[in-house]
């Protein structure tokens, strides 16, 4: 993991400011003579700058983001906890962690801190721009937002505004965070097991009915208490509250709901989804609760160019992240056409 430190004031769409930023970032191949054999990932919610971890089977040597081929990067977002600046970073004004003193972000401020990193890098262009669920929200806000600078666009379990149905979900994860007695301290455990709850309704809709059928179903027809299911969500709960924190968690889920495309750009999102010109491939999974494929097919009936593909799983949401032969059979032929 490498560091870029902008020791310059950040301003935010909110009006805040962060009086220096870092930003946690890996970097895998070369940079070519032209610095535009990029592909540049755009994390989810909770993942890190790691993508040959998180995305194994589609980044990596000989995979379709080939790291022998392109120059592969991939940043942590502007308010995690994987050495990006964020809540439990320091505040150069008080000389303490920003805990509940973190301002508010958006999806754009993690785009303007990519537009940063990129700059630093020296990259004149980034081949393919690809995201998926809250990573697709950077990439099409990216995509928007410096035009010139993308070539293609590869998106999945995405969508170009967060839903009423996302922003439910999100909410509801905070209060399970706030009503956790902690959650009022200022320590890095404040509102752990709010977090641990939060998790728990995640993994609800990061997959569905037919997973849970077929992973936690019971064979014994006698059992009254310690039930597979429930056991599987205290496991991922846990693992969760153990690698990432609470304030993390509820500073990413409000820059999710802020997601919309057309905020201060026009009153119809369709507009603005036409004026990008770029190929992209956009990937629907069938089962998905959190971005329905109708949430896919809305946006690629909108961008000009762009060509849609459905993947049948039962993982839901989380398909993005488990599907990866399917999806590199898709990218691959659609890649090689444009």
Known sequence: MKFFNYNQPFKLESGGILKEITIAYHT?????????????????????????????????????????KYFVVCANILGSCYGTTGPLSINPESGRPYYHDF????????????????????INKIHLLAGGSMGGYQALEWS?????????????????HESPWGIAIHTTQRLAIEADQSWSDCTETSGSRGLKVARGIGMITY??????EQTQRETDQNKIDKFKASSYIEYQADKLVNRFNAYSY???????????????????????????????????????????????????????????????SVYGHDGFLVEVEAISEHLRAWMKDQ
């Open 28 to 68: 895998y191949g070369s940079l070519n003579a032209e610095k535009d054999n990029v592909i540049w990932i755009c994390h989810a919610l909770t993942a890190n700058s790691n993508a040959t971890e998180w995305w194994q089977g589609l980044a990596g040597s000989k995979q379709v983001f080939d790291i022998d």
């Open 103 to 122: 301002p508010f972000i958006t999806i754009r401020d993690m785009v303007k801190a990519h537009q940063l990193l990129s700059e630093h890098l020296a």
């Open 144 to 160: 928007v937002i410096q035009p010139s600078f993308i070539n293609k666009i590869f998106l999945i379990t995405t969508s170009a």
């Open 207 to 212: 997959r569905n009915y037919r997973t849970y």
């Open 250 to 312: 509820w500073t990413l889920t409000k820059a999710m709901d802020s997601h919309n495309l057309a905020r201060g750009r026009s009153e119809n999102l369709e507009e603005v989804l036409r004026s990008i010109t770029q190929p992209t491939m956009a990937i629907g999974i069938t089962s998905d609760l959190l971005c329905p494929v109708q949430e896919l097919k809305y946006i690629t009936n909108n961008i000009p160019n762009a060509t849609y593909a459905e993947i049948d």
